[in-house]
């Protein structure tokens, strides 16, 4: 094979910055495979073709969806939503909490959540994420049935109770037991992009940072290294399986 039938090894340094929540600062450094000589396209060993258009559409298909995969790990490892407490501390009958509505941002229901990790991952990916993140059934997130005033005044005006009704709010397992122990490393981070069909992506994502054009990615410890496959479908483009 000629010099022209290899793929380069050379990087190109792209930068990207998107903010989180407005509460941290993502650092994207995206390092792509140079075009081969005298060509507007890169050539697989399978003979698949990866153009320049194909490469930046991963590119920005992965900065935006490992931003909001930032977000999903934020609401279902590093944090979870703030809730309200039981009365008198006690863990809940039903082993929900009730999140705190003050804080929940634009999480109001779990129709939201949904919305965001669907967004983010395949149907199948979103299905465990939503109801079996830990392998053993657990539901980050589920709907609670709550007692709440009503509205309107009482039929009978001689009673000097309020009327109560049961409505649906958006809960949090008492289960869940967020882990911030990587928070830091995702929030600044590289990643290498390998497209391997039209519709299929391979990342590689180094955390923590401080990968640029003149390291060694061999020396990075496995440790700091997260792969990814991101796959197009009728929707766009979304993850295989969860980041994390």
């Not at 804080?103 to 465990?128: C, Q």
């Not at 009673?159 to 967020?178: H, M, N, Q, W, Y």
């Not at 995702?186 to 992009?193: C, D, I, K, V």
């Not at 069909?197 to 020396?219: H, M, R």
């Amino acid at each position: 094979m000629d010099e022209q039938g290899k793929k380069s090894k050379t990087p190109i340094i792209i930068t990207a910055v998107a903010a989180v929540l407005a509460v941290a600062m993502v650092v994207v450094l995206i390092i792509v495979m140079k075009k081969k000589p005298n060509s507007d396209e890169t050539s697989q060993d399978s003979g698949f073709v990866v153009t320049r258009e194909l490469m930046l559409e991963c590119q920005y298909a992965a900065n935006d969806l490992l931003t909001q995969n930032f977000e999903v790990l934020r609401l279902f490892v590093f944090e979870g939503i703030g809730h309200l407490d039981e009365p008198d501390g006690n863990i809940p009958e039903d082993g929900i909490y009730t999140i705190d509505p003050d804080i929940s941002g634009r999480y109001s229901s779990l129709d939201d959540i949904e919305l965001l990790v669907k967004s983010v991952y395949t149907d199948e990916a979103a299905e465990k994420i939503l109801h079996n993140i830990d392998g053993n059934g657990l539901s980050v997130y589920q709907n609670r049935k709550i007692q709440a005033e009503a509205d309107s005044e009482p039929e009978n005006s001689e009673s000097t109770s309020a009327a109560v009704t049961e409505k649906e709010v958006l809960g949090i397992s008492a289960d869940f037991k967020p882990d911030a122990s990587k928070r830091e490393l995702w929030a600044s981070h590289t990643f290498t992009l390998n497209p391997t069909s039209e519709t299929a992506c391979e990342l590689t994502i180094y955390l923590g940072g401080g990968v640029n054009d003149s390291t060694d990615l061999s020396s990075i410890s496995e440790d700091m290294i997260v792969r990814a496959l991101m796959i197009k479908g009728e929707n766009g483009w979304r993850f295989a399986e969860f980041v994390r």
